[in-house]
């Protein structure tokens, strides 16, 4: 057996508790929905965007990664000013390309974390960007310094955050 063989025996799937993922996912989207109301701080805040990345890093499944992310995004479009599908292609494709991803990065580490959390989030409003210039005929930037100091405290909120999730895990 080859290496490369024995390296993808060895790379585990996280299993949750029943309704873990669902509590976890409503709740980031209460919060995020109420937390806009009380000041344009909350405007850096995307806790949709770190539950869908941590869980589809930690199930390493591209169907079930496509699917919360798409899940997650058309419930934020719900509860968003912006029309429905937006949130949910964006999430998606970072559902998707997290959880391709998650089986080959070390993902337990917090240094990798905020990497990932950083490329995610600039990724994500890349997609959001590109869909509303296209899409919507929107005015939209694809850089400033907000989307920067955004995705640097997302990712501090997420090295914080990622290890309170990780004891929703079932012991294996």
Do not use: C
């Not at 965007?49 to 995004?73: D, E, K």
């Not at 719900?78 to 997290?98: E, N, R």
């Amino acid at each position: 057996m080859s290496s490369r063989a024995q390296a993808e025996q060895h790379i585990e799937v996280h299993k949750f508790y029943a309704g873990a993922v669902v509590a976890v996912a409503f709740l980031a989207l209460v919060l995020q929905a109420f937390l806009n109301k009380y000041g344009s701080w909350a405007g850096l805040l995307e806790l949709p965007l770190l539950v869908t990345i941590y869980f589809a890093l930690s199930r390493r499944n591209p169907a079930t990664g496509l699917l919360l992310g798409g899940t997650i995004g058309i419930l934020q479009d719900a509860v968003s000013h912006l029309p429905i599908g937006i949130y949910g292609i964006a999430k998606t494709l970072v559902g998707y390309v997290a959880s391709s991803l998650g089986g080959r990065v070390d993902t337990e580490h917090p240094i990798s974390r905020f990497i990932m959390v950083v490329i995610f989030y600039h990724f994500h409003e890349a997609v959001l960007a590109l869909l509303n210039r296209v899409l919507l005929a929107r005015p939209a930037t694809y850089f400033s310094w907000k989307l920067l100091i955004a995705s640097a405290v997302n990712a501090g909120i997420a090295v914080v955050l990622f290890p309170v999730l990780d004891h929703l895990r079932k012991p294996s």
